[in-house]
């Protein structure tokens, strides 16, 4: 995949996450060749990987369109999510974590630490939250050392708020917010501890339970779609529960 290529396809799954196109839209070559400055080859082949990953689909009309998720197959992407983040961590634990991946794991807890553990959360701790929720997620992925986990990850991660940072907590009140977030770094805690000690079992019932959160979140913003639109406009392209 070319450089052009490579930029129009990130560049179009992250107009999608970001909610820039509703359910049945239909997603013309040239109009978004010309949004995007950029050729119609790279586009139509983007479009192409796009449909690939599930995030668009044909359109009756020709080309393709937007299509429109249930949040049941984003529950289930979460699901998943926790079984292969479990199953990395089982790995490290059993076959021993490098030292400089423990130390960068350590890190990510004392970071997190900084940003969860004070009287108030403001805006630039859970920007820093967020930082630190990424990298920690993706240490452990990249450091099991098992490449096909690590593509199965990739394509789980492209799915509508299906990835480790996507479903933050967005509750009524930043106080009840920073209570779910102090929960789930505390899992984070849990998590490396059982690394180190090479409690693989443990390890991967952690990483399962840790996207529990996730779900509940999930839950908890398809119940207040004003509040959840605010936070992240792509929630739109989720259908409420009992629809489909």
């Known amino acids: 995949m070319d450089s052009q290529q490579s930029r129009v396809l990130v560049q179009l799954r992250d107009m999608i ?16 060749a010309e949004r995007m400055g950029a050729s119609r080859t790279p586009v139509r ?9 599930g995030l668009i689909e044909p359109s009756p009309a020709g080309g393709y369109q937007m299509r429109r998720f249930t949040s049941r197959e984003i ?8 079984v292969i983040e479990g199953f990395a961590a089982r790995l490290l634990a059993e076959e021993g974590a490098p030292r400089q991946l423990l130390r960068d794991l350590n890190d990510c807890l004392d970071a997190g630490d900084k ?5 108030q959360m403001e805006l630039d701790d859970y920007a820093a939250y967020v930082e630190m929720n990424d990298t920690f997620h993706r240490l452990i992925i990249d450091g099991c050392g098992n490449s096909t986990l690590k593509r199965i990850m990739e394509l789980l991660v492209g799915q509508p708020f299906a990835s480790p940072s996507a479903m933050l907590p967005m509750q009524s009140s930043m106080e009840e917010g920073q209570q779910w977030m102090q929960q789930a770094h505390r899992q984070h805690h849990a998590l490396v501890q059982a690394i180190e000690r090479g409690q693989g079992s443990r390890a991967q019932a952690l990483g399962e339970e840790h996207v ?3 779900r509940m ?28």
Do not use: C, T
């Open 75 to 82: 529950a289930d992407a979460i699901r998943v999510r926790g």
């Open 115 to 119: 940003a969860v553990n004070k009287p």
């Open 17 to 32: 996450l970001k909610g820039e196109f509703v359910p049945g839209e239909r997603l013309a070559e040239i109009p978004l």
């Open 217 to 244: 979140n999930l839950d908890y913003a398809l119940d207040r779609p004003e509040l959840a639109a605010e936070l992240m406009p792509g929630i739109r392209l989720v259908a409420g529960k009992g629809r489909s």
């Open 212 to 214: 529990e959160i996730a």
């Open 45 to 53: 082949l983007a479009l192409g990987s796009l449909e690939h990953e």
